[in-house]
């Protein structure tokens, strides 16, 4: 485990490490198609990854065009983009 200590305040580094494969976007992409919208907490558990390794993932998917994201902070929603 990796810690930083910063001020007096311990802070704990977390692994985002996830590799984006075909079987990965396929599930988001299924879930998305089939609900309308996927949230971090729901690919959390679609996934069984942690909070930092979804937000790394959607980031990967955004910036590869194939969701959009909408909303701000909790209240964030992936969709897949209108075509």
Do not use: H
Request: aromatic share 6%; hydrophobic share 35%.
């Amino acid at each position: 485990m990796n810690v930083n200590e910063t001020n007096g305040n311990v802070r704990m580094k977390s692994t985002t490490t996830i590799e984006v494969n075909q079987d990965i976007k396929q599930k988001v992409i299924k879930f998305v198609k089939q609900n309308g919208f996927i949230t971090n907490r729901q690919c959390r558990v679609l996934l069984g990854i942690g909070y930092e390794q979804a937000i790394t993932l959607f980031n990967k998917l955004v910036e590869s065009g194939e969701l959009i994201r909408e909303g701000i902070t909790s209240s964030i929603k992936y969709r897949l983009p209108i075509k």
